[in-house]
């Protein structure tokens, strides 16, 4: 174990301070409660659509793997794998044509209460100041309007936007669009996070930079996340069980589970341990002929982001 | 650089870049920001000119050929017939009273169509895109709703309500509905997939979604709709005017071409044009209001 230099940046520090109580208590009063709620198992999930056309398509076939309570699962894959597929069917927004989704032991019926989505593309209302946006899950549970906004602001705080709360989104930069976006999704306090490329679109400082913001901030509340990305450093780096899918129809293909020591510390370091490179070429040998075979399916279209690592 | 300065044009705006560099130290943004502003001031200015000059000549050219009976003002009218009408009309009314009572029933009738129109359309738009069920089994009726010339149903409408408002308020608001339906059933359709399944999410019921996700992303469809359902409005109501009534600006057109005087429909152009102006311009300041949230257009940004 070789010691990490553990740089949270400015904002992420100050929320160590700051960040709102509770968690603490319910930790502490329904700890195996609060735990078993937020594991989530993944068994033999067959997904196909039909196409208006009404051609079958099979895009994940008997998918199993299960993400422990407070453990941080990435899942890696070559493009049209089926990877968000999962994590939709995970949040209760899809059903799996067969097998089950269950979260906390209960099979996923609807949209739980307790998960929080954050998309690739952010899903800001541009309508909305940023306050609101940050305000709108806790505003949708019925908290009262003033008391949600009083989170609001704390939780914009926490994630460094101090004083861009009356701002809309198109008044923001890349990266402080995520920041509102990680504020909305764990307003809520989710025992479950789930989270589709969320940092896909952004530049890579601005992602190394949120992903260590991540790290900190999950560390605190110990949510269980599902990671989706085609970014295999990312993975590592971030996460502590990797699962490796198959070109679509997606299956899953290998699981590793990640021994690098927590706390982390920063992303863009980490990437120089010996560990992380063993671990990187170890799954990068399996991933990487599923991107070649989705490669090879797509043929000379060049729009096979699997490949670029 | 020298090399690529060709032809003459290229030497001159080359001067005049220079002139302008002359003018302006370089690295001070004041002195660029001021010589921004002078520029966009000359052409301000420039463009006011242009368009006094085209009124001039529209108006003045017309003047002039009717006066020197190049063309006849028996039947193309003349502007000072056109202000004489307008003055007559003001001060000793028109043959079916004052001409405040003309510009006002059919204002009500314009207005009146308008808000009935737009509300449901809007109404009628959010349901049917938001049950698709509805909108299939519906979606040919208005089609065919849609293909039949409205006008004509102004007949009918004068048949069942009599020369009264009412039957020209129903003829605006059926031409506005079909507006602003399709409109509003297109902008219930768009809302960005990613922004529904957010919310929902987050947790949020039907009518949370509608009032806080669909409403909002429509709007922007529905106020681009206001505009062209304004206009619509007040064909509705003059059109009703010409099948059949007692008052409005539709009859005095009506009057004055029964009675061959074309500075009397012109007058009458001129103060419905002048009223969807006024409209159009509310309607402007509306969708500012509502859609303040939207990033600037190029033209505010734009400019140094």
Redesign the interface.
Known sequence: MTPISQTPTGAAREAAGALPAPHAATRAAGANEAQERSRIEIVGVTKRFVSPTGTAMTALRDVSFSVEPGQFCAVVGPTGCGKSTTLTMVAGLERPSAGVVRVGGQAVDGIADHMSFMFQSDALLPWKSVLQNVALGPRFRGVPKSEALAKAREWIRVVGLSGFEDHHPHQLSGGMRKRATLAASLISEPSILLMDEPFGALDVQTKAIMSNELLTLWERTRPSVLFITHDLEEAVALADRVVVMTAGPGTVKAVYDIDLPRPRGAVQEIRFEPRFLELHQQIWESLREEVERAYARTGRTTETRGGRQ | MNHQISTVSDAKALAAIQEDLRQTPPGDEASIADAARARRRRRRIQVQAARVAAVIVIVGGWQLFTALKVVDPFFFGQPTGIAHQLVDWVQNGTPYGSLWLQIEVTMKEALGGFVYGTLAGIVLGVLLGQVPFLADVLGPFIKVLNAVPRIVLGSIFVVWLGFGPTSKILLASVLVFFVVFFNAFQGVREV?R??L?????????RS?VIR??VL??AVVWIIASLHVAFGFAIIGAIVGEFLGSQEGLGLLISYSQNHFLPDGIFTAMLIIAVIALTAEGLISQLEKRLLS???GTHVETAGL
Do not use: E
């Open positions: 960005d990613n922004l399944a957010n919310v929902r999410v987050l947790g949020a019921s949370q806080d996700v909002p992303s949230w939207r990033p």
